[in-house]
């Protein structure tokens, strides 16, 4: 794919900035939403978790809620908040169930494509429904397994053939933010939901992540109208911007975010139930739980190393929005020392989120393990998306960096 005129217009340069009165406000507000969601997410996240059910309702309370417009323009209908911020909201919402943290931090990523790839009039367009609508957006981007995907011309139009392995969010999102081959380049496309040819296969059924809706999808000679593919003509034979290559980052950092807050989640919970329910050890010689000192050896550690990371998380974000506010000007390093400051913070979150969430019993004692509960979720559910791709792929990344110079190499992975 080429380099186009990205569609960074006044869209995202908006009056009321990160740093408005105005702005902080909303945020503000924003975050108290978002812990609501959290909240009913939590009390009910045991339950749906084995129902393995369709995150219908849990999209529809996202968007009760006014959480899907959030990073569109406040003239149009949203919160106005950067994508830093907005990511943010994904931390808020995996303390409570860390499947709905994945399909919003996706949602905000793909809600970003049009603005790095689109014309200013394709952003402009799905940012208005984007607030009109609320729309929910489902990504059909993993660019491993099965046969793919692949475009071609049909006349005036094209048609677009294949089928992905995972798609999270694609079965029940209104709009579908799609990556494909045409004539040998990456080609950015998005479609409306229900879209004549596709089919969502509804077999994701693992251990972990079992409300994100991430299973297979095929494209049968799907119609696409050439408004529907992101970008001007020509469509091949360009280099991608460095600026337009942040798109992968936008998923790192979601990734970064509802790892740490499903630790963050996970670690209060494990607490809340200690206080409640634990029992001293028999030769502790104390009369509760919560003064025994190698619980709070161990509660002390936990936190200390979550803090750590939530701070690295953030320290990412902000490195991501001051790339993206660089715009069209960024260079090949900037790019460069964003994507190294994402994958510290990844590699850092996986193994502190891991670590929380495996030594959770050790808090709360055997009775914890009750299966009515359900706390082994919080495990299974980061342990299923942190192999999504492999954390030492990205501490490579780091050292080849720091010690050779050499940038981490584009692709939908880094």
């Given at each position: 794919m080429t380099t186009t005129e990205s569609a960074r217009t006044a869209l995202d340069r908006s009056p009321d900035t990160a740093s408005s009165p105005d702005n902080a406000a909303r945020f503000a507000d924003a975050l108290r939403r978002a812990d609501l969601v959290a909240a009913e997410l939590r009390a009910t996240a045991a339950e749906r978790d084995r129902a393995n059910a369709d995150p219908i309702a849990e999209v529809a309370l996202l968007r009760e809620h006014d959480l899907l417009q959030v990073g569109e323009p406040v003239e149009f209908g949203g919160d106005g908040l950067d994508y830093a911020q907005s990511q943010q909201l994904t931390r808020r919402i995996a303390r409570g169930d860390t499947s709905i943290a994945h399909l919003l931090g996706y949602h905000y990523a793909q809600q970003r494509i049009p603005h790095l790839f689109g014309t200013a009039e394709q952003a402009r367009e799905l940012s208005l429904r984007n607030a009109r609508e609320k729309l929910f957006w489902g990504g059909v981007q993993n660019p491993r397994g099965a046969d793919g995907l692949e475009l071609t011309r049909d006349g005036d139009g094209f048609r677009l053939n294949g089928r992905r392995t995972f798609a999270s969010g694609a079965g029940v999102a209104d709009q579908l933010s799609v990556t494909a081959a045409f004539e040998g380049d990456l080609v950015f496309l998005t479609l409306p939901a229900g879209r004549e040819g596709f089919t969502a296969l509804g077999d994701w059924d693992n251990i972990g992540q079992r409300l994100t809706d991430s299973g297979g999808v095929v494209f049968s000679n799907t119609p696409v109208a050439r408004e529907e593919i992101l970008g001007d003509d020509p469509l091949t034979g360009r280099e991608l911007s460095a600026y337009q290559t942040l798109v992968t980052p936008h998923w790192q950092l979601a990734f970064v975010n509802f790892y740490i807050g499903t630790a963050e989640g996970a670690l209060e919970e494990a607490?809340?139930?200690?206080?409640?329910?634990?029992?001293?050890?028999?030769?502790?010689?104390?009369?509760?739980?919560?003064?025994?000192?190698?619980?709070?050896?161990?509660?002390?550690?936990?936190?200390?190393?979550?803090?750590?990371?939530?701070?690295?998380?953030?320290?990412?974000?902000?490195?991501?929005?001051?790339?993206?506010?660089?715009?069209?000007?960024?260079?090949?390093?900037?790019?460069?020392?964003?994507?190294?400051?994402?994958?510290?913070?990844?590699?850092?979150?996986?193994?502190?989120?891991?670590?929380?969430?495996?030594?959770?019993?050790?808090?709360?004692?055997?009775?914890?393990?009750?299966?009515?509960?359900?706390?082994?979720?919080?495990?299974?559910?980061?342990?299923?998306?942190?192999?999504?791709?492999?954390?030492?792929?990205?501490?490579?990344?780091?050292?080849?960096?720091?010690?050779?110079?050499?940038?981490?190499?584009?692709?939908?992975?880094?």
């Amino acid at each position: 794919m080429t380099t186009t005129e990205s569609a960074r217009t006044a869209l995202d340069r908006s009056p009321d900035t990160a740093s408005s009165p105005d702005n902080a406000a909303r945020f503000a507000d924003a975050l108290r939403r978002a812990d609501l969601v959290a909240a009913e997410l939590r009390a009910t996240a045991a339950e749906r978790d084995r129902a393995n059910a369709d995150p219908i309702a849990e999209v529809a309370l996202l968007r009760e809620h006014d959480l899907l417009q959030v990073g569109e323009p406040v003239e149009f209908g949203g919160d106005g908040l950067d994508y830093a911020q907005s990511q943010q909201l994904t931390r808020r919402i995996a303390r409570g169930d860390t499947s709905i943290a994945h399909l919003l931090g996706y949602h905000y990523a793909q809600q970003r494509i049009p603005h790095l790839f689109g014309t200013a009039e394709q952003a402009r367009e799905l940012s208005l429904r984007n607030a009109r609508e609320k729309l929910f957006w489902g990504g059909v981007q993993n660019p491993r397994g099965a046969d793919g995907l692949e475009l071609t011309r049909d006349g005036d139009g094209f048609r677009l053939n294949g089928r992905r392995t995972f798609a999270s969010g694609a079965g029940v999102a209104d709009q579908l933010s799609v990556t494909a081959a045409f004539e040998g380049d990456l080609v950015f496309l998005t479609l409306p939901a229900g879209r004549e040819g596709f089919t969502a296969l509804g077999d994701w059924d693992n251990i972990g992540q079992r409300l994100t809706d991430s299973g297979g999808v095929v494209f049968s000679n799907t119609p696409v109208a050439r408004e529907e593919i992101l970008g001007d003509d020509p469509l091949t034979g360009r280099e991608l911007s460095a600026y337009q290559t942040l798109v992968t980052p936008h998923w790192q950092l979601a990734f970064v975010n509802f790892y740490i807050g499903t630790a963050e989640g996970a670690l209060e919970e494990a607490l809340d139930w200690t206080r409640l329910h634990a029992s001293p050890w028999e030769t502790s010689g104390l009369e509760a739980a919560t003064d025994d000192p190698y619980l709070l050896e161990l509660v002390g550690a936990l936190r200390a190393q979550v803090t750590a990371a939530a701070l690295l998380a953030d320290r990412a974000g902000q490195a991501l929005q001051q790339a993206l506010d660089t715009g069209d000007s960024l260079t090949a390093d900037q790019r460069a020392e964003t994507a190294v400051a994402i994958a510290e913070a990844k590699f850092v979150t996986t193994k502190v989120a891991l670590e929380v969430a495996s030594r959770l019993f050790e808090i709360q004692g055997a009775r914890a393990t009750t299966s009515a509960y359900g706390f082994d979720r919080h495990w299974r559910n980061l342990r299923t998306h942190t192999v999504h791709d492999p954390v030492a792929y990205k501490a490579r990344e780091i050292g080849d960096w720091v010690l050779n110079h050499r940038a981490p190499q584009f692709t939908l992975y880094s």
